[in-house]
């Protein structure tokens, strides 16, 4: 069922039959998950590999994250191995994309993995794009729902804001729970995070038992590109503001009420923080602030992601 907007439908059977059959045509959809909203389409099609390049204006040398609906259908495309099990069994489904060999017959299209002999593969949390991946024989390759380098959408009138017409369908699953994009971790040598989230380096860390290497990675991955997550405005981090023109993210209780004060968590909350984060620095942008300040974020647990979206977004 559609709303005022053409091309935003609830999640329905009419919905689920209508977005398969246009993913099948080789077609670009707008689809939630847990943590962002994705732009999908089929990841074996190179005509639908492109038009997501295309689409959001990406470089070619950023790969994309494969979604699977489950175990044996990631098979066909990579290598799993025995810490991937173990991490599997923890977290999955959920917001951790893992970095996996790609399989010697995988049909991936080479554009997905940047040409490189890795892939990054998730298994998406969410009801609907569940349902759809169910409902389909191929992987959806689904990067953010936004233009290169932007902020990424948590809500489907986020990815109409930045696509309008260009996609037909945009599916409506309500505000990423999450709001903050994959923890991304490398399982192809000993283990490394590539990309800090909610699954903490901690957690992967005790699963596994073992260290996680600090090495620098190339780009194997979403999130890597030293300038991500932009509002397209300035950020300034670790400053407060001197005049009103300037908008100020702040987070606990210290903060008295103020109009050009944004709190990300009034209750000093990081996981409310991480939900709040993308959708405040749009709200900033859209009221016609001329720059972002930014308060000190605890450099813990999810306040590592929030500060590596926030640092990415100040280049």
């Known amino acids: 069922m559609k709303n005022i907007y053409s091309n935003i439908y609830s999640f329905s059977k009419k919905t689920l039959k209508k977005t398969v059959k246009s993913l099948k045509q080789g077609n670009l959809v707008g689809l939630p998950t847990e943590t962002v909203y994705g732009l999908a389409g089929n990841a074996y099609s190179n005509h639908a590999v492109k038009k997501i390049f295309k689409l959001k204006k990406r470089p070619k040398r950023n790969p ?99 696509f309008q017409n260009n996609l037909k369908i945009i599916i409506d699953g309500g505000k990423s729970k999450i709001g903050i994009e994959s923890t991304v971790v490398d399982l192809t040598g000993y283990p490394k995070i590539l990309r800090p989230g909610l699954v903490s380096s901690v957690e992967i860390k005790k699963v596994l038992g073992v260290n996680l290497s600090k090495k620098k990675s190339k780009i194997k991955s979403p999130g890597m590109l030293k300038k991500h997550y932009s509002p397209g405005i300035p950020i300034i981090m670790g400053r407060k503001p001197k005049n009103q023109e300037d ?29 709040n984060l993308y959708k405040i620095m749009r709200k900033i942008k859209n009221k016609g602030y001329k720059r972002i300040f930014v308060e000190k974020i605890p450099n813990k647990d999810l306040g590592l992601a929030i500060n590596d979206r926030l640092s990415r977004a100040s280049k």
């Open 64 to 162: 994309l994250i494969v979604h699977y609906c489950n175990l044996n259908d990631a098979q066909r495309d990579v290598l799993l191995n025995k810490n991937f099990f173990k991490l599997y069994k923890k977290f999955c489904p959920g917001p951790l994309t893992f970095v996996l060999k790609k399989a010697v017959n995988s049909k991936l299209n080479p554009l997905v993995t940047a040409n490189l002999n890795t892939v990054a593969i998730r298994f998406p949390k969410h009801k609907a794009t569940k349902l759809i991946l169910k409902s389909i024989n191929f992987p959806l390759a689904m990067p953010s729902a936004n233009l290169s380098s932007r902020l990424s959408p948590v809500q489907a009138l986020d990815v109409l804001e930045d």
């Open 247 to 275: 908008a100020f993210i702040v987070f606990g209780k210290k903060y008295k009420k103020n109009k050009h004060y944004f709190n990300l968590s009034k209750n000093a909350d990081l996981k409310e923080a991480g939900s």
